[in-house]
């Protein structure tokens, strides 16, 4: 797969604005959007590599597993290891041993799933949790390890049945999130934050990215068009950090102003348009 440097670029977009809504900066009240942007870009490139290898009869499981363990669990097991030692000096004995659970979870990459057992993302409970923000990557492993599994078997009966399937389960997991975030019930609300059938639709939106420029493929060659396109995308996320707030459904129909914004980006945003160069600054490919 080429690189592109852009996607780094976004990369950071997504992940300052999470960072400084949880430093509590009022101009960043929809930071948490952030994440919803990284779910995008993960599913446009997990699908564009594990679809391109499939339909090239070059995709194996293991090599693809032995690949994200090498991306992911690194950085993970430092962190963990780090926040241990943090965690033992200052949490008292019943938040470490909540510790201790979520640790566990963390492991299994299941930790979204005892989080929403627990306790709201946005209660202040929540800041005594130091790896609640592994949620997101228990989401994207359970993708990692879904998605491959069914696109080899849809794809061995007909690979012309991907796409239409994976509009359907967009579809179907999109509506499960507004319905279940617009609920009264609070834990479907937490459901639909934190588990994958209602966050999966976002991933999938990334994967019809891959179809898209796999079936269009002069879409960007128009410079004018770009420019306009990606600019706006830019303007969806920035809108959606800083007018969303913690009352915000989410994930909903709201959702998609930001999710779309970072689709507008990974299509349109080339390195000839202004937006283009501006992901593509050293600082911001950097910090991706």
Same mark, same amino acid.
Do not use: S
């Given at each position: 797969m080429k690189y592109r440097p852009e996607i780094d670029g976004l990369r950071?977009?997504?992940?300052?604005?999470?960072?400084?809504?949880?430093?509590?900066?009022s101009i960043f009240q929809g930071g948490y959007v952030g994440v919803d942007v990284f779910f995008v870009i993960s599913g446009y490139l997990i699908t564009s590599i594990i679809l391109s290898e499939i339909f090239n009869t070059t995709f194996s499981i293991a090599n693809f597993y032995e690949r994200r363990a090498r991306r992911i669990l690194p950085a993970l097991i430092f962190i963990s290891s780090f926040t241990v030692f943090a965690a033992w000096s200052l949490l008292?004995?019943?938040? =470490?041993?909540? =510790?201790g659970q979520s640790l566990f979870a963390v492991s299994i990459f299941s930790s979204n799933i005892l989080f929403w057992l627990e306790s709201g993302y946005f209660s202040a409970a929540s800041d005594l949790k130091p790896l609640i923000h592994t949620w997101s990557l228990g989401v994207e492993e359970q993708f990692y390890i879904l998605f491959p599994i069914a696109a080899l078997i849809v794809c061995s009966f007909n690979r012309k049945l991907i796409l239409p399937i994976i509009c359907f389960l967009f579809c179907v997991s999109l509506f499960l999130a507004d319905f279940y975030s617009s609920s009264q019930d609070v834990t479907l609300k937490e459901a639909s934050f934190y588990l994958l059938p209602t966050r999966a639709w976002e991933l999938l939106l990334g994967s019809l990215i891959f179809f898209l420029f796999r079936n269009f493929e002069n879409i960007t060659s128009k410079i004018l068009l770009n420019n306009i396109m990606s600019f706006m995308g830019l303007m969806f996320i920035f809108y959606s950090i800083a007018f969303f707030d913690n009352n915000t459904p989410f994930p909903s129909f709201y959702t998609l102003l930001p999710t779309i914004g970072a689709s =507008? +980006?990974?299509?349109?945003?080339?390195?000839?348009? =202004?937006? @283009?160069?501006? +992901?593509?600054?050293?600082?911001?490919? +950097?910090? @991706?």
């Open positions: 950071a977009i997504a992940v300052l604005p999470v960072i400084f809504y949880h430093a509590d900066f008292p004995p019943i938040e =470490f041993k909540d =510790f =507008f +980006l990974i299509i349109f945003a080339t390195k000839d348009t =202004f937006v @283009g160069k501006l +992901l593509t600054l050293q600082p911001m490919i +950097l910090v @991706g």
